[in-house]
């Protein structure tokens, strides 16, 4: 079956530094993966997502993650944090059906002035 | 309006009641999912429709649980006799192509359930 592990429920960083979430995928190649963000009190919302095109994905708010096969990766970066992305980050694939994404733990990012 | 719509946004229940859960998904997208968060977790699938028919409801924990989408449009979730473990926020998502075929989901704000 599909499945995503993000390592770290919790990210701290400055503002102004680099963002490195973590997501691994199992071990049986997914045909998409995708980065959801959820902000205080919203729904979710897509950030990026990637469908085989290219490796390297570039999402909104100047996210992107890239595709490693080698390493069953799809982590999220981030050149430079602001203080308004402070959010709960999922990483998704779709099930063994296609019917219905499957989503990790979650990582809490915090953003320190 | 223009995104997908909960309701109730918070609903707290005393354990044995029957709840409801509604969602208005995205002018014309067919495909409609209801997914439950519990603190700390992300969020885990229940259910998917295609049109009115439920196509997936592999996720769904017993069967206390139901959702309906009549018409191809609004959905709504039923849970008959509450435990206190059913309190998480509900979530619905809607989108206009499968998951499998890049399909983007939108997600409404979620319906918080407490039951005591």
């Known amino acids: 079956a599909q499945s995503v592990t993000q390592l770290g429920s919790h990210v701290s960083v400055s503002e102004g530094a680099l963002v490195l979430l973590r997501c691994n995928y199992s071990?049986?190649?997914?045909?998409?993966l995708f980065w959801y963000v959820q902000y205080p009190n919203q729904g979710l919302q897509l950030l990026l997502k990637?469908?085989?095109?290219?490796?390297l994905v570039k999402g909104i708010n100047g996210f992107e993650a890239e595709f490693k096969k080698s390493e069953t990766s799809f982590h999220l970066t981030k050149p430079s944090a602001h203080m308004s992305d402070a959010a709960e980050y999922f990483c998704?694939?779709?099930?063994?059906?296609?019917?219905?994404?499957?989503f990790g733990k979650g990582t809490t990012l915090s953003v320190s002035s | 309006g223009a995104g997908v719509s909960q309701t109730p946004s918070n609903k707290v229940t005393e354990k044995g009641k029957y709840v409801e859960l509604r969602c208005d998904p995205i002018?014309?997208?067919?495909?409609l999912y209801w997914y439950r968060q519990s603190l700390g977790q992300g969020p885990e699938f229940l259910i998917y429709?295609?049109?009115?028919?439920?196509?997936?409801d592999s996720g769904l924990p017993n069967d206390r649980f139901f959702a309906v989408r009549p018409e191809g449009s609004v959905s709504t979730l039923k849970i008959q006799r509450t435990e206190r473990g059913d309190s998480a926020v509900y979530l619905c998502?809607?989108?206009?192509?499968?998951?499998?075929?890049?399909?983007?989901?939108?997600f409404g704000e979620g319906s918080r359930l407490t039951v005591l």
């Open positions: 998502a809607s989108s206009l192509e499968r998951v499998d075929n890049t399909g983007e989901l939108f």
């Open positions: 071990s049986s190649v997914p045909p998409y």
């Open positions: 990637y469908t085989s095109a290219a490796t």
């Open positions: 998704a694939v779709p099930n063994q059906a296609g019917t219905a994404l499957i």
């Open positions: 002018s014309g997208h067919t495909a």
């Open positions: 429709f295609q049109g009115t028919g439920a196509a997936d």
